[in-house]
Nanobody, 123 residues
């Protein structure tokens, strides 16, 4: 199984980006896929997650109202629409598949990490 994150880039504060997480080698029509981010010198933190069966979203407090997670099961892809971006959103964004055990906000409970995509928000 491979997860490929893409869509990062450089954007001004207040701008928008859409990240994609495409899975290959296995269908994610069930289960849950999450997005994490890691800024330089900081720990990787939970951003958002979605259940693939019914599309139920889970968002961290820091992105609520600004980021929207969605999925397209036919394309085996999860999206993260980011709006009203802030400089503090600057980080490498990773997607991963939840193992099915433990809290979904804990990165230790995820596997099949993608390579990450860089998001840089300038002030």
């Amino acid at each position: 199984v491979q997860l490929q994150a893409s869509g990062g880039g450089l954007v001004q504060a207040g701008g928008s980006l859409r990240l994609s997480c495409a899975a290959s080698g296995r269908s994610f029509s069930s289960g849950l896929v999450g997005w994490f981010r890691q800024a330089p010198g900081k720990e990787r933190e939970f951003v958002s997650a979605i259940t693939m069966t019914d599309g139920r979203p889970y968002n961290s407090e820091s992105v609520k109202g600004r980021f929207t997670i969605s999925r397209d099961n036919a394309k085996n892809t999860v999206y993260l629409q980011m709006t009203s971006l802030k400089p503090e959103d600057t980080a490498t964004y990773y997607c991963a598949a939840w193992t099915g055990v433990g809290r979904i906000t804990n990165l230790d409970n995820y596997g099949y990490w993608g390579q990450g995509t860089q998001v840089t928000v300038s002030s």
